[in-house]
């Protein structure tokens, strides 16, 4: 089956809305796609709905923003993500998301900048604020964005508090969910993802996204064999926010489909 298990939304810091990605998902020519917004569920019903009536099958996802030596990000697929306790435990990683965005509004005001944002919004990332920056003329595109306010050392970034990965993984897995290591050439490519890898896989660690756009054939050699030490599954995705063309497709590993129950 093709799929795509790592895609962004308007919920989060993607340009379009639940319906629109699972529209574009389905002129890809897939059969499996997850959505999975920064620390949001907000835009699984919509996709669902949509998916149901397109034919495509769907996995509910999220991602959470966790750090620990560095920032480290989590899948979770299938989490009960309407479980009363589930929306209580999200609802504190949202508000430390808030506070964090807040402080940044105040540096860009701070720095004579006005945007059109509401820095207390649900959802709000980083990305959003780059695009309005680039749409005000303060920057020339994303990547100036980030460099001269948004990225770590830069004008208006603040640290934020976040779970651990432990926390982020013991959560996904409280709640009935499938957890696995996003992107991990972006942060971790040396002996510490080994570490990492094992020490997550004793609190149910289930797989790494072995299949990602910038990875290459050694990467994927590389991070295979982590996963076959630690009996990890692979899972994959494009990382799609709506402003890049990524025409990345993969085969889903059928021991992770019948993982997710597609």
Known sequence: MKADLHVHTTKSDGSLTPREVVRWAKNKGLDVMAITDHDSVAGLDEGRDE???????????IEFSTYSICEIHILGYNIDYKNPDFVQELQKVKDLRKERNVRIGQKLQDLGIKLDIDFASDGLGRMNMARELVKKGYCKDIND???????????AYCEAKRLTPVEAVKLIKKYG?????????????????????????????????????????QDRRNF???????????TGGSDFHGDEDKNFVYDLDPRTAKKLHV
């Open 177 to 217: 969910g499938f957890a696995s290591v996003a992107h991990p050439k972006k942060y971790l490519l040396d002996k510490r993802l080994d570490i990492l890898l094992g020490g997550l896989k004793q609190f149910g660690l289930d797989g790494i996204e072995l299949n990602y756009p910038s990875h290459n054939e």
């Open 145 to 155: 964005a980030f460099d001269t306010y948004l990225k770590p050392g830069a004008k």
């Open 224 to 234: 295979s064999e982590l996963m076959n030490k630690y009996k990890l599954l692979p």
């Open 51 to 61: 998916a149901k009536k397109l034919g495509i099958k769907f996995v509910g996802g």
